[in-house]
């Protein structure tokens, strides 16, 4: 066996793939996990690129699809790559703003095969909702757009990100699922990282603000479970509130799979803004790229990470944390993610906290992502 | 015995040669399913009953013997976990 073939049987598929269509999106909100300089990538793969990447993840095992952005719903040519990756087997997700959607293409997309619509609100009521999107109509579009999803016969799948503007709405934002009939609510804090880590301090909840809103969703699925309500309730919370690292990815370059508008592959969304070189699928196959790139490679297994995560008896479980995280709070991605009360670096997570008490910044005080923002970041 | 279990709207369940087995897919996430799970679920059809479908896996499977019991708590299970419903 040659090396990179021994590599291969160690290294497992690519079970998830994430296709970021497009950078382009119509709405503006502050905690985007697009990259920064997001302007600056406008070279999106074609159709029939993107069809050959398709193609290519499911011969190698991908069965879990995504398709998200930007807006995916810009792209013309959906249609045509959702009823391509239906026929390659794909369980194939759409995660929209649910700006651009209409009943016509609800429908259009279950002929072609679509299995799952995302909805995601920025608030339980229109005011908040549409500062937080930067847009004036944005709430009514998504309500009916929920209703249509469920109509066409789709799990209703609604999710929220959360931050301090509306965690105190929680009683209201499940109140809100349920007169829907909401099947799965995902109640997302913001993860810092892109336009999220620029506007950290306007978003982060205090710690007061979350112990409530888990109280809240406790209590809630607790009814929920003694009514026989199918309506699941998810609460991803901040790991800033943490002591130890989320397993990032499930390990990096070990399920997940992105490829970005301009045919960047990346082990994560956010990876792009890790200095490190990731290849393109323009240039090179998906399983050269998978198995064999030194992106993909660079923080597979252990051997890459220094202490305290050398010699660390929990290295398997959470392989030292985010590496973007890391990056953005330490400026050295090998470095234990600060997430973890035994990173030298934790006390940058401390302050976060004690900032997120005091923090009085009004959601008007955010940057929000749009090109004139985004070209900003390029130059400066 | 005479409900008929159903796959919930938005789950799909498939073989999947990669992974040598059959998973069951929905919004965001994915089981892979071990060889019990998958004969009874390839089973469920929405429109045979719980007792057709025992029936037809004990011919299936005859050296098995009664199959009753392990179907139906798997059934009982996969509907607490809201993988299937019953009509
Ligand atoms: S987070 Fe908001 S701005 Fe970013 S892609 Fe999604 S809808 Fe658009
Ligand atoms: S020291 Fe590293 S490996 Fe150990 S728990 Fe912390 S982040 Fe995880």
Known sequence: ?380 | MNQIPKLRPGFRFQWEPVQNAHVLLYPEGMVKLNESASAILSEVNGESTVAEIVERLENRFPEAGALEGDVCEFLDDARQQHWIMMV
């Open chain 1, 1 to 380: 066996m040659s090396q990179a073939q021994e590599s291969r049987a160690q290294v497992g598929p690519p079970l998830w793939l994430l296709a970021e269509v497009t950078y382009r999106c119509p709405l503006q909100c502050p905690y985007c996990s697009n990259p920064l300089d997001f302007a600056q990538s406008d070279q999106e793969l074609s159709t029939e690129q993107w069809v050959s990447v398709l193609r290519q993840g499911r011969a190698m095992g991908a069965a879990q699809l995504g398709f998200s952005g930007g807006e995916p719903l810009v792209r013309q040519d959906l249609p045509e790559l959702i009823a391509e990756a239906r026929l390659l087997g794909y369980y194939t997700n759409l995660i929209t703003s649910g700006i651009g959607l209409n009943e016509a293409k609800v429908e259009s997309f279950r002929e072609a095969g679509l299995d799952h619509i995302q909805v995601s609100f920025q608030a339980s009521d229109p005011e908040l909702n549409n500062a937080v999107a930067g847009s004036r109509k944005a709430f009514e579009q998504k309500l009916a757009m929920a209703r249509a999803v469920k109509d066409a016969g789709y799990p209703m799948v609604l999710n929220f990100v959360i931050h301090r503007h509306n965690i105190h709405q929680m009683e209201d934002i499940i109140d809100l699922c349920e007169r829907l009939g909401a099947d799965y609510v995902e109640l997302a804090t913001c993860q810092y990282y892109g336009w999220a880590f620029k506007n950290r301090e306007g978003l982060m909840p205090s710690a007061a603000q979350l112990e409530v809103a888990e109280r809240e969703v406790n209590a809630r699925r607790q009814t929920l479970a003694e009514a026989g309500s199918a309506m699941k309730l998810i609460f991803v919370t901040p790991d800033y509130y943490e002591v130890r690292p989320k397993a990032c990815m499930n390990g990096w370059g070990s399920l997940f799979l992105t490829v970005a508008p301009d045919g960047t592959a990346l082990p994560c969304h956010s990876a792009r803004l890790l200095p490190i070189e990731f290849p393109n699928v323009k240039d090179q196959s998906l399983k050269s790229i998978w198995y064999d790139s030194p992106g993909f490679n660079h923080y597979r297994g252990d051997s890459w990470m220094p202490e305290p995560c050398r010699s660390c008896d929990e290295k398997d479980r959470d392989f030292g944390g985010c590496r973007c995280q890391a990056y953005l709070l330490t400026g050295d991605a090998d470095n234990a993610d600060p997430v973890c009360d035994k990173s030298p670096h934790h006390d940058r997570i401390l302050a976060a906290r004690r900032a997120a008490d005091h923090a009085t910044a009004g959601l008007e005080e955010l940057t929000y992502r749009n090109a004139r923002n985004s070209r900003l970041f390029f130059r400066g």
